[in-house]
């Protein structure tokens, strides 16, 4: 929605923005990618699919207390929304399952007002 708002300029400072939000949380047991244009991959190891709920729930809270402003005309952007979709990788025959399953729980996420982590299989 920012892309159409505001332009692609402004899109990417957002997709910046939550980059490196994301990577606060990163260490040895969190490994984390971009995959597409607006979404990423987030790999917990040796952690809960509860615990790695709580920690993209965490995530998305910092990023709703965030306001950026458009810079070429000082418009807010409004709040910022962060979506996920989580699954364990081990409940599936293979990883690339897991992640349609993960992608799946996104997109209900999206569904169901946004702003929100949803557990596959939930």
């Known amino acids: 929605r920012i892309n159409d708002t505001h332009g692609h300029e402004a899109g990417d400072r957002v997709i910046k923005v ?14 984390i990618a971009r995959h597409g244009g607006e979404e990423f991959v987030l790999l917990f190891r040796n952690m ?3 615990d790695a709920k709580a920690r993209l729930d965490e ?3 910092q990023l709703a207390e965030r306001r950026l402003i458009n810079r070429k005309n000082d418009v807010p952007f409004g ?18 399952a ?25």
């Open 18 to 31: 939550i980059a490196d939000t994301l990577a606060k949380i990163a260490n040895n047991s969190c490994f």
């Open 48 to 50: 809960s699919i509860a």
């Open 59 to 61: 995530v998305r809270e």
């Open 79 to 96: 709040q910022i929304t962060f979506s996920g979709g989580v699954a364990d990788v081990f409940a599936f025959q293979d990883p690339g």
């Open 98 to 122: 897991a992640l349609r399953a993960a992608d799946e729980a996104l997109y209900i996420a999206k569904e169901n007002g946004r702003n929100r982590i949803v557990l596959a299989g939930s």
